[in-house]
């Protein structure tokens, strides 16, 4: 069983920063492919960002959704058995509930399956954040 619980959410102003937090319990982390989603009232979750379980020789495997590139960037902590969201440049639109996920089947260079919210097995409970314009 894994256990994820998200902090960092809050109001900001557009143009400013948040860093969200994901920090695991049960299962070490390092092995399972993290992703980000975010979700509004009424739609469906949107994929964010997710990083592999498996290490490469030039660093870590991530993806980004294509409005987040350049903007966001999820990275790893091993020893803290945390994953983390820094987001820069925040928007109106990027208000929403963000949610972190975790799999262990996933891999981001087999498939896209990892842009997918019924793909993983494990979520969080959410943490908000508002960009006031």
């Known amino acids: 069983q894994v256990l994820l619980v998200e902090s960092g959410g809050g109001l900001v102003q557009a143009g400013g920063s948040l860093r969200l937090s994901c920090a695991a319990s049960?299962?070490?982390?390092?092995?399972?492919?993290m992703g980000w989603f975010r979700q509004t009232p009424g739609k469906a979750r949107e994929f964010v960002a997710a990083?592999?379980?498996?290490?490469?020789?030039?660093?870590?495997?991530?993806d980004y959704a294509d409005s987040m590139k350049g903007r966001f960037t999820i990275s790893r902590d091993s020893a803290k058995n945390t994953v983390y969201l820094q987001m820069n440049s925040l928007k109106a639109e990027d208000t929403a509930a963000y949610f972190c996920?975790?799999?262990?089947?996933?891999?981001?260079?087999?498939?896209?399956?990892?842009?997918?919210?019924?793909?993983?097995?494990?979520w969080g409970q959410g943490a908000q954040v508002t960009v006031s314009s």
């Open positions: 990083i592999d379980g498996a290490i490469s020789r030039t660093g870590d495997i991530t």
């Open positions: 996920a975790a799999d262990w089947n996933l891999r981001l260079d087999s498939n896209t399956n990892y842009k997918y919210a019924g793909a993983y097995r494990y």
């Open positions: 049960g299962r070490i982390l390092s092995q399972y492919t």
